[in-house]
């Protein structure tokens, strides 16, 4: 019992958190994939300079933010 409690909380840190800054840039995202988006209106949005921004994003997500805007409109153009 206690290795599995100890297994358990070892992957809970492993598991990231996704800044919420982050999270408000994917959330404009995911509602205007339509939309021109640029880097500087989501940095805005973030509330981080452009450059902190695209550091911050790829940190978080794994992916650049243009490389993100393309791979979630093509995931919507696939379910279409």
Known sequence: MYHLFFKLLAEQNTLRHIDTRVLSAQTYIADHLSSRLSIDHLASIACLS?????????????FSVMQYITHVRMEKAKAL
């Open 50 to 62: 452009q450059t902190q921004f695209k550091k911050v994003f790829k940190e978080h997500v794994g």
